[in-house]
């Protein structure tokens, strides 16, 4: 059984300190108390070494920081810092051509509200489009060099399969040798346990984004940036990789942009997603202090012995270390239903509608719907792809 969240070792809680970005002084007192080796093994371990970096050279002045910690910094930075101008160069092209691209999680916390790209570490880029524009913006990205390729075995190349599945993955060799994966997505969360009915539309999520100063690039609205987060990070199961890292996210959108807590909620609950929020939302309280108003958690809430089994679960699983195993296939179906705020929610998550079924496996005899079903559930245990 894990420790609870609330008794987080000297260490875990150092790594905490340096991802808020909160107390610098109070980093560098705890480098100094845990030592250099002890620290650096844990950062590795956790992939913050950027963050601590950050943290002891502003508390102490560049020169007064072993190299190893500089680099770290410096490396993040210099490839974050590509990142974002390749990405501004991608959203021009889309709009030469009327189309308006989001970006999403780190990719637009890293170019519209922190400050620092060396403490934005990411292994990709996500980017919304409106789903009409999705083949137009596919067009583009091979036009700008890019090589259509998903990262997974299980998924094939194919451009109406991506469609309906919600996105599509492309890579590109920029000018310093950086491989950037950029994934272009019509569908802000697509998750394969996410019902359809419970993610925002992309057209609805433009339509409220907002322009990033200097850029083609849009930021989604605060509210609705903090609930995509939010979602992405159940999706994660809040502890699989990035591991604490992930919620860095809900806690810098949280202190950096103002949250209309009244239109939050109501998108939530409108979504019918108020347990998968609560824990994105109350992780991030325990362990980085993120300033959550209590009466928002409070209306979220779920039951409480779910609440109490799903945090045992976290925090056997742990939220550091995210290379370890976090669940096994089973666990991760049954800690994935608890998601749920209900059972009738938990079953049109598995057997969506038929308008929906018929769009995404393209049958069209109503006779194969439970064939169709059947495989949904297979793939839903089995498989990441065909869902």
């Not at 000297?10 to 100094?32: F, P």
């Not at 100063?213 to 849009?218: A, D, H, K, N, Y």
């Amino acid at each position: 059984m894990g420790k609870p969240l609330t008794e987080l070792s000297r260490l875990e809680a150092i790594l905490c300190d340096a991802a808020s970005g909160l107390d610098c002084q109070k980093v560098a007192g705890g480098y100094d108390e845990v030592g250099d080796e002890s620290l650096w093994r844990a950062a590795r371990r956790n992939e913050v070494e950027p963050h601590l970096a950050h943290a002891l050279m502003k508390a102490r002045g560049r020169d007064r920081v072993p190299d190893r910690w500089r680099e770290a910094h410096e490396e993040v930075h210099r490839r974050i810092s590509a990142y974002m101008s390749e990405m501004d160069e991608v959203a021009g092209r889309l709009d030469w051509e009327g189309i308006r691209m989001v970006a999403l999680k780190n990719a637009g916390i890293a170019r519209g509200i922190h400050d620092c790209p060396g403490c934005c570490p990411m292994g990709d880029l996500d980017v919304l489009v409106e789903k009409r524009d999705f083949r137009r913006a596919h067009q583009v990205m091979l036009d700008a060099g890019y090589n259509f390729e998903f990262r997974s075995p299980l998924e094939e190349a194919e451009l109406e399969a991506a469609e309906a599945g919600g996105g599509a993955e492309y890579w590109k060799t920029l000018a310093g040798g950086e491989k950037l994966w950029f994934e272009l997505q019509w569908r802000p969360v697509a998750g394969r346990w996410i019902r359809p009915d419970q993610e925002p539309s992309a057209e609805e999520l433009m339509g409220r984004s907002v322009a990033i100063e200097g850029t083609r690039v849009r930021l989604l609205s605060p509210e609705d940036n903090l609930l995509q987060v939010s979602l992405h990070t159940a999706k994660h199961t809040y502890v699989r990789a990035p591991g604490f890292r992930l919620h860095t996210d809900v806690d810098r959108i949280a202190r950096r942009q103002k949250i209309d807590w009244d239109v939050f909620l109501s998108r939530v609950e409108k979504l019918q997603v108020r347990t998968a929020v609560y824990f994105s939302l109350a992780i991030p309280a325990l362990i980085f202090g993120t300033p959550i108003p209590s009466e928002v958690l409070k209306r979220l809430e779920p039951s409480p012995p779910k609440k109490a089994l799903v945090m045992r679960w976290i925090e056997r699983a742990g939220l550091f270390n995210p290379d370890e195993r976090k669940f096994g296939r089973a666990a991760f179906v049954l800690f994935t239903s608890l998601m749920y705020d209900d059972f009738g929610g938990f079953w049109r998550g598995i057997f969506p509608d038929r308008e929906w079924m018929r769009e995404r496996y393209g049958f069209s005899n109503g006779l194969l719907l439970p064939y169709y079903h059947a495989r949904r559930v297979v793939n839903l245990v089995a498989r990441r792809v065909g869902t």
